[in-house]
């Protein structure tokens, strides 16, 4: 494969860190597979810094612009250039490259996905939450570029590498490990705190998605995020538990067919995949040894205890303006969670009750078509589940 370009918006966290690792082996393995443009962050500098020294980037940008000077004096001595604000991550991420990496947390990243877009760059996408509110938005400025979107979260990887060309498709199915509290009873959920809900027994992600992962919000984005990706309406789309998290995803076929992808739970692999598809790249990664783990299990969804699979199939069936409700009510439900403002069963019903605020006709009219729309709508949402939120503090005495 000839030398390919990248860029990493988010690339001090979790699956930015984890790209880095994907590019280093190959790198070292592989020949110069790939060379690093640019790299942004929030507001982590010193960790920006570093990687953009070690991997020789063209530009460092952080989002959080009082951090600009401390950037600038870690640089200093470099020919790395240094920028700071939403803006500046735009730009950088339409600097042409063959592969934008969207690894931003939160709605937050979409800006930065449709400049990619805009400006021809392929785009590998982690970034579930861009997808839920601003899905529509990607997908048709991506087909109106000739640009391909390629999956970066592990099921949708799985789904992607089983499809085909998509032809006979009957439906397609997400797998979920559970998360922490797979066992737990309700009472113990409600007591939950942070630090046991961003606990996951499989895979090793940012904060917020851990505690996604707990609630299964997690799966609720992404049982959208299958939707849009794939243009699959909410009938055709299952998600089942499957603890051990060595499925990802299937794609069943009408003859009855169904293909699998299976790989240790490790998000190197799909990462790894986005990043080289069509070609597949060296990576470090523990191999399945399926004897030694000797079964696989299944089970439905527990819907009393995880609401959110149904909300998720509330709001797709609704469209994206609703998406774009649920998605913005829970980030702003987990961050009230982290801050210790609510329970953890709290997230759920605090999404749950702003999606029914939407649906009774508040906030109808915004159209999800474009940035600033998906913007004002992203606003709202957050403003009723704050509201949602401190009603119910007045009513418990919380
Ligand atoms: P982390 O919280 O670990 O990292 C988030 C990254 O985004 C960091 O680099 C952070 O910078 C940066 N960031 C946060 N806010 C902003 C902002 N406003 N502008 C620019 N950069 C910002 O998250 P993850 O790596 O776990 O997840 C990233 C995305 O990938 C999420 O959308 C998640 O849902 C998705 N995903 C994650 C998986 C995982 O295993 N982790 C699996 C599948 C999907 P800083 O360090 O400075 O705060
Ligand atoms: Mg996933």
Redesign the pocket.
């Known amino acids: 494969m000839a030398t390919r370009r990248i860029s990493i918006?988010?690339?001090?966290?979790?699956?930015?860190k984890s790209a880095l690792d994907v590019v280093r082996h190959a790198n070292a393995n592989a020949g110069q597979t790939f060379q690093i443009v640019a790299l942004?962050?929030?507001?982590?500098a010193e960790?920006?810094a570093a990687q953009a020294i070690a991997f020789n980037a063209e530009i460092a940008v952080i989002?959080d612009e009082s951090q600009l000077p401390t950037l600038k004096t870690l640089l200093a001595g470099t020919d790395i250039e240094a920028a700071a604000g939403?803006t500046a991550?735009a730009e950088a991420a339409a600097r042409p490259v063959e592969r934008m990496l969207a690894?931003?947390?939160?709605a937050?990243?979409l800006k930065s996905t449709i400049s990619a877009i805009r400006a021809g760059n392929d785009v590998a996408i982690?970034?579930?939450?861009s997808i839920v509110c601003g899905g529509k938005l990607i997908l048709s400025e991506a087909r109106r570029r000739g640009v391909s979107i390629l999956p970066?979260?592990?099921e949708h990887s799985a789904i992607f590498q089983c499809l085909g060309d998509g032809r006979s498709l009957e439906k397609l199915t997400i797998t979920a490990s559970g998360g922490p509290f797979l066992t737990s009873s309700l009472d113990q959920m409600r007591m939950a705190s942070p630090k046991q809900a961003a606990a996951h027994p499989n895979?090793s992600?940012?904060?917020?998605?851990s505690i996604d992962s707990a609630t299964l919000m997690n799966k609720a984005l992404e049982f959208i995020e299958a939707g849009f990706l794939f243009d699959v309406e909410g009938e055709r789309l299952d998600v089942i538990v499957h603890p051990q998290s060595i499925i990802h995803g299937m794609a069943h076929f009408t003859d009855g067919s169904v293909i699998a992808q299976l790989g240790a739970p490790d998000?190197k692999t799909p990462i790894s995949y986005a990043l080289g598809w069509p070609d597949r790249v060296p990576t470090v990664v523990d191999r399945l040894d399926l004897a030694t783990l000797g079964r696989l299990d299944f089970e439905n969804v527990d819907e009393t205890r995880f609401p959110a699979i149904r909300l998720a199939r509330q709001a797709y069936a609704h469209g994206v303006q609703a998406t774009t409700v649920l998605n913005c009510a829970n980030e702003s439900a987990v961050s009230a969670f982290i801050a210790g403002h609510c329970g953890f069963l709290d997230i759920s019903w605090i999404v749950e009750e702003t999606l029914n605020r939407y649906f009774s006709g508040n906030m109808h009219g915004i159209a999800c078509d474009t940035l600033e729309e998906i913007a004002l709508l992203d606003r709202f949402s957050r403003e009723m589940a704050r509201d949602v939120l401190e009603k119910t503090q007045r009513r418990t005495g919380g």
Not at 126 to 129: D, F, I, L, S, V
């Open positions: 918006m988010g690339a001090t966290g979790s699956i930015g942004a962050a929030g507001s982590d960790g920006l989002s939403e991550i690894a931003i947390v939160g937050a990243g982690a970034n579930k939450e970066v979260d592990s895979w992600m940012g904060v917020k998605n998000m």
